[in-house]
C-alpha cells in the first residue's frame, strides 16, 4: 500500500503518546496523509506511562523525532518537559503537538483550533454567542479558552462542580469572557439549555462501547440549540441523534480530530495534507471496528 519512499536511515519520525494508545487513530489517519504526498516520514505510537514520562520525551528530543502528538493523560505534564509554548497553549495549560527543532520542543493546542475551525466550517457564527459546555476536563478547557476571543459568554457544567468553577474563574481571569461553572445536574441544564445558542459536549458520555446513553435529556434540547458533540466514535451519538430528532443543527467530533491533526502536520512538514482522504481513512477505520 507505501509508496513512500523506502523508510531508511533519513526517515523522519512523527508519533503519538499516550498511555493507553492502542486505540488511537492518528497513526492510521497521518501515514495515509503522508503516504498520499509521497513524504518521506513515518508516523508511530507509542505507549507512555506516566512515570515514563520525561525519559521518552528527552529521548525524544535527542533523536529525529520531528514531531509528537500528545494525548490523555500527558497533554498536562508535557508541558513542564518543553522549551516554547504558543500563547493559546499557555493560556490553555495543555499541549497536544510538539515540533522538535534541532532539540528545541515547541508545544501548541491544536485541539483547540481543529474544534473552533470545525465549528466554523459547521456554519455556526460564533460573535457574541452564548455556550453551555458539558465537562471541564482537558478537552473543555481547550474549547473554552478557543471561543473565547470572540463568544458572548460560557457556561460550563460539570459532574465534579469544583473544576468548573475554577475554569470558569480562569477564563473570566486570562480573557475577557463572561463564564459561569456550575454542577451538571437535570435541573441545572434545564435552567441554562434554553438560554444558550450551543451546548458542546466533551464529557466522554456516549461514547463507544456505551453508545446508548447521552449527557443531556432529550426533553432539555431545543431546535434553536446547534449540538457540538465532540466525539466521533460512534459519528452518530445518541445526543446527536436525539438533536436531530428535535430539528437542531448539529456537529459531530471528525473534523475537529481531523483539523487538529491537519494543523499539526502541516506545522510539522510545511505541506498542507488531504483533509479529505484524511476523513475517509477515519470513516473507514471506524467501520472495521
Ligand atoms: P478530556 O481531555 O477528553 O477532556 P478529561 O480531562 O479526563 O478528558 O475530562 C473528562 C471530562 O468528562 C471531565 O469533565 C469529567 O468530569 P469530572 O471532572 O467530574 O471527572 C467528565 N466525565 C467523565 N466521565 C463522566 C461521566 N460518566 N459523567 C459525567 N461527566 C463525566
Not at 534541532?102 to 473552533?116: F, W
Amino acid at each position: 500500500m507505501l509508496n513512500n519512499p523506502i523508510i531508511g536511515a533519513r526517515t523522519n519520525i512523527l508519533c503519538v503518546i499516550g498511555h493507553p494508545i492502542e486505540h488511537s487513530m492518528s497513526p492510521v489517519m497521518h501515514n495515509a496523509a503522508l503516504n498520499d504526498l509521497s513524504l518521506d516520514y513515518i508516523y508511530l505510537a507509542f505507549d507512555i506511562p506516566p512515570n515514563d514520562l520525561e525519559k521518552a520525551i528527552l529521548g525524544f528530543k535527542k533523536s529525529n523525532m520531528k514531531g509528537i502528538n500528545v494525548t490523555i493523560p500527558h497533554k498536562e505534564a508535557i508541558i513542564h518537559y518543553l522549551d516554547e509554548l504558543d500563547p493559546l497553549s499557555k493560556q490553555i495549560g495543555a499541549v497536544n503537538t510538539i515540533k522538535n527543532e534541532g532539540g528545541v520542543l515547541l508545544g501548541r493546542n491544536t485541539d483547540a483550533l481543529g474544534a473552533k475551525q470545525a465549528l466554523l466550517d459547521g456554519g455556526f457564527k460564533i460573535e457574541g454567542k452564548k455556550a453551555l459546555i458539558l465537562g471541564a476536563g482537558g478537552a473543555a478547557r481547550a474549547i473554552s479558552f478557543a471561543l473565547s476571543e470572540k463568544m458572548g459568554e460560557i457556561f460550563i457544567s460539570n459532574r465534579t462542580e469544583e473544576k468548573a468553577i475554577k475554569l470558569a474563574k480562569e477564563l473570566q481571569d486570562k480573557t475577557k469572557i463572561k463564564a459561569t461553572g456550575k454542577d451538571m445536574s437535570e435541573k441545572t441544564l434545564r435552567s441554562l439549555a434554553y438560554s444558550v445558542d450551543i451546548l458542546i459536549n466533551t464529557t466522554p458520555i456516549g461514547m463507544y462501547p456505551k453508545i446508548d446513553i447521552s449527557p443531556i435529556s432529550k426533553d432539555l434540547l431545543n431546535e434553536n440549540l446547534f449540538i457540538f458533540d465532540i466525539i466521533y466514535n460512534p459519528l452518530q451519538t445518541r445526543l446527536l441523534k436525539d438533536a436531530k430528532k428535535i430539528g437542531s443543527k448539529t456537529l459531530n467530533g471528525l473534523d475537529m480530530f481531523v483539523n487538529q491533526g491537519a494543523i499539526a502536520f502541516e506545522w510539522w512538514t510545511g505541506k498542507k495534507p488531504n483533509v479529505k482522504l484524511m476523513k475517509e481513512i477515519i470513516i473507514e477505520e471506524l467501520g472495521n471496528k
